[in-house]
Structures are given as C-alpha cells and as structure tokens.
C-alpha cells in the first residue's frame, strides 16, 4: 500500500489545508453538513408526502370550480376523486424518475453538485404551484407535484451516499483528505483512506478481470449472481416500505380520520399528531439502531405494525355497531402504526443499500431500491381511495398482509450488519445461500476491524468524536495477504 501522508506528518492523520484544525470545528462543520443535506434533501420528500393532505377539500374545489368553467358542467364523485388521485400520484412518478437519475447524476457531478442542482426542479414545482390559481390551470399542480417529486427522488438516494465516496467514484484524492478533513476537525484520519484506497483498488482490480467498469449499473448488479440475495432484500424492503402504507396515511388523512368518525373540522388539528408521531420515532430510532441492530428494528417495527393494523381493523368495525369511544381508539391506532414504522422501517431501509454493498455499487443499488420504492408508492397512492371505497372498514388488511409477509421475508434473507464489515455482511449473505466465500486478500487485526464496523462508521455521534483520539497505529496495521 503505498504511503498517504506527507513527510514528517505522524501516520495517524493528514492535515490538510483547510482552515482551522480544532476539533469542535469539525463537530459544527459535521453538523451543519448534515442539517444542509437533510432540510434540502428528506425534508423535502416529508414535507411533500404530508402537506398534500390539508389543502385536500380546497384543490377539489379548485378543480371542480376550473372544469365547471371550461366545460359548464361539474366533475362526478368518482371522477374528482381520480383527478385527485392523479395529482397525489403524480409525486410518485417523479420520484421515480429521480430515483432513476440520481445514480448518474451523483457519478457525473458528485453528490454535493447533485444536490445543489437538484434544487432547480424543487424551483420550478414552486413556481407552477404558486401561478396554477392565476393560469386557471388545475393541470400545473400535476406538473408541480412532478417537479417536486424528481427531487425527491434525486435527493433520496443521494443523500445517503453524500458523506462517503469522493475518492472511488472521481479518483480525486485530494479532494477526498480534504473533504475528511472538513469533517473531522482539520484532520483527515490516515487509516479512512487507507481503507478506501484499499477497497478502490480491489474494485479496479475486479473490474480488470472482468472486462467491465469499475462502477456498476443496475444491469449488472441483476447479472451479478454474488449480489442478487442483497439485491432482492434491498428490493423487498424498499417495496414493502411504501406498500405497508403508512405514506398513504399521509397522502389521504382526510379519507382514513373521516372513515374512523373523527369530525371534519378536526381533521386538520388531529393530522398535526401524525406528524409528531414520525418526529419521535425518528428520534427513538436514533437511540435503539446501534443499540437493538437494523435486523431487530425492521422486523420489530412490521411486527407492531401488523397488531396494529388488526387492531384498527377491529375499532373501525365496532365504532360501525355504535360502540362508544371507538373513534379515539381508530386514532391512537393510526398515530402507533405510524410510530412502529419510524422506529423500523423509516430508520432502517434507506441505509440498507450503503451497507451490504461496496461503493461501487451502491449508486446503483440505490437506483434499484429507489425505484422500487416510488413504484410502490405511486401504486399506493392511485389505489388507496378506491380500497378505502371498497373495503370500507377493512381497508388495512391489505397493509396487514404486506406486513406480515415482510417481517417473516426480511427475518429469513437479512442478516444482522451492526457491528460487522462488509465482508462479514456479504459471508452472511452466503452462507444463507448455502455458499461459502473466502476473504483472504485483507485480513484485520481485532482493533483495526472494530474501527470500521460499519454499525459504528455510520453512527453521527462517532463521526463527531474528538479527532484527537488516535488509535495506535503498531497494533493495527492491516496484514495484506499476497
């Protein structure tokens, strides 16, 4: 392995020249990184999901009132309610196609200029939102959820990959010791860039033997016999993400609380509780991942999300029989279903694709998960006026089986990956499989492999440790197999 550091610099770090180098600069530039990242990335995909539902009755009326106008004469219920449908779908199709853009995008021009860049759809759904009234067109509103939809999308699967892959995907070395060194308080840790360049240059390596590019599409991750087991777990929970329906409870609030007996004028207050209910999950799921391990919290959360369900099921059936009280019940019941989903589910399946693949197949593999999980989303968002129409006081038995069916799917495929590299994930991966696989070419010592656990590379607490704290490099050092 060649050698990284300048001469006379200790092993331990790379000082590059960026400004000060004490540590609590590091921690703010760290957390400043990953709040501007979030507010312009899943924030958007949040507020977007959940602000559709309280001007529900005004669009209706906007549109009806515009084709009343145009044509003299009224849209039916069931056409108004397609209309609707459309224009709350049309998020989903949007995503998908940012989803679709973001692996290419995020190779081209890096995951911060993606970002940046991303903003200019987030722009131009605002401003056809802003003139739809004006321009008597209901149509701009289907457009503008479009636009705000492919940023969604692009920010999804981008974000996620954002803090990490300077340095295989561009070959920027430079930039990548700099940008560790933003982060880690003026000090970019010698033994974070050793392990990439080691992890580069296998890629290389591999992609030489096999005649191929060193970053993978999604063609080749579906031809890739080695990833299909990742591949289909990923593809199952992005799936079973957006098919369980907790998003559609945001999207058709109004429809769910009407069915559960709770008073229109209410609606809008009680949707307020929804919201609180993803807030404190996502904060409780902060505190259990590293603690329960992604396995436990994804199937934990389906498991309270199926009791849930059935539960729901049952108030909704005996508020119908004229028992008393079942109206709060149906609401407790939607704001806990919520609450298991973002303690599993919501915390747990966008980080699947950044841990059980390398970096050079995550762009892809987030392609893939992504499109799954707009897909489902956009089939979600079509259907569930008409399951709630036709189902009636049974309409989550459908999310019910989904699941069930996802709790006992995810517990058989996905092995535990707190705590462990990546080569242990993909040996756990195999071995499920029925096969085994050798890792010689890179062997750890106990404390250097303990270090890069990827449970604890991706805790936000230990990327904002103090830099000062430098393990010892002469118990360490990686034994390189030849």
Not at 181 to 202: D, F
Request: proline share 4%; glycine share 10%; charged share 15%.
């Amino acid at each position: 392995m060649p050698q990284m550091y300048p001469k006379g610099e200790p092993e331990e770090t790379i000082r590059p020249s960026i400004g000060g180098e004490d540590g609590g600069g590091g921690a703010t530039i760290l957390a400043l990184t990953i709040c501007s990242a979030a507010i312009g990335g899943t924030f958007q995909y949040g507020y977007n999901i959940s602000i559709i539902n309280a001007p529900t009755s005004y669009i209706q009326t906007f549109i009806n009132d515009t084709y009343m106008e145009r044509w003299g004469s009224g849209l039916e219920s069931s056409q108004l309610t397609l209309m609707w449908t459309i224009i709350v779908s049309a998020f989903s199709l949007g995503g998908l196609l940012g989803a679709l853009l973001a692996g290419p995008l995020s190779v081209r021009f890096g995951r911060k200029n993606s970002l940046l860049l991303n903003n200019g759809f987030l722009f131009a759904g605002a401003v056809l939102v802003l003139t739809s009234r004006v321009a008597k067109s209901f149509e701009m509103i289907i457009f503008a959820r479009f636009q705000v939809g492919i940023n969604s999308g692009v920010s999804m699967n981008v974000q996620p990959m954002y803090f990490g892959y300077l340095l295989i995907d561009r070959g920027d070395k430079d930039a990548c010791v700099k940008a560790l060194g933003k982060l880690r308080g003026g000090v970019a840790p010698i033994l974070e860039v050793e392990e990439m360049l080691e992890e580069q240059e296998q890629q290389k390596t591999a992609a030489l033997n096999s005649g191929s590019s060193a970053n993978k599409t999604p063609w080749t991750l579906f031809k890739d016999a080695g990833l299909r087991s990742q591949l289909r777990t990923v593809m199952a929970a992005s799936s079973a993400m957006m098919l369980c329906g907790n998003d559609s409870i945001y999207f058709y609030a109004y429809y769910i609380f009407l069915a559960a007996g709770i008073p229109p004028q209410m609606i809008q207050y009680i949707t307020i509780g929804t919201g609180a209910s993803e807030f404190t999950a996502s904060i409780l799921s902060n505190l259990l991942i590293e603690r329960v391990g992604r396995r436990y919290l994804l199937i934990g959360g389906y498991s309270l999300m199926s009791f849930w369900s059935v539960v729901f099921t049952v108030a909704l059936n005996l508020q119908s029989r004229g028992v008393a009280g079942m109206a709060y019940l149906s609401m407790a019941c939607v704001f806990a279903y919520i609450l298991s989903f973002g303690l599993g589910p919501a915390g747990v399946s966008g980080i699947l694709p950044a841990e059980i693949f390398d970096q050079s197949a995550r762009p892809a593999a987030y392609m893939v998960a992504g499109s799954c999980m707009w897909v489902s989303l956009f089939l979600v968002g079509m259907l569930f006026p008409f399951i709630v129409k036709g189902l009636g006081d049974f309409c989550f038995l459908p999310f019910f089986v989904v699941c069930v069916a996802s709790a006992v799917f995810l517990g058989l495929t996905l092995p535990e990956t707190k705590g462990k590299t990546l080569a242990e994930i993909t040996a756990d991966f195999d071995g499920r499989n029925g096969k085994k696989k050798e890792y010689s070419d890179v062997e750890m010592d106990e404390p250097l492999k303990q270090l890069y656990q990827l449970g604890k590379a991706a805790s936000l607490t230990n990327l904002m440790l103090d830099p000062d704290s430098k393990p010892d490099l002469e118990s360490i050092q990686p034994q390189v197999n030849v």
